[in-house]
């Protein structure tokens, strides 16, 4: 078992073995479940999407053709951008 300490702002600091036992990395997000009596459950928060939903994003747009390294990342640019922008609601 683990204990933490809260600091007077309500935050709480994990330390590395916890986050790495729950596969958290720097950047990634935290998912808390509120449960009845007062407990809670943490875990990482997977990320939406698969490889299917990437294939399918690139689907009709090559007509076949080889994609360079640049046009990948230019492509992954784009369904970032586009995916921040309907976070916040700007879609």
């Not at 007077?8 to 330390?15: I, P």
Request: charged share 30%.
């Amino acid at each position: 078992m683990t204990t933490l300490s809260v600091t007077a702002r309500g935050q709480v600091t994990f330390r590395k073995d916890v986050l790495k036992h729950l596969g958290i990395r720097p950047g990634g997000k935290i998912r808390l479940d509120l449960l009845p009596d007062g407990r809670a459950e943490l875990r990482a928060d997977e990320p939406d999407g698969s490889w299917d939903d990437l294939r399918n994003f690139f689907a009709g747009k090559t007509n076949g053709a080889r994609l360079s390294i640049e046009e990948i990342n230019d492509a992954i640019a784009e369904a970032g951008a586009a995916a921040g922008m309907a976070g916040m609601g700007k879609e």
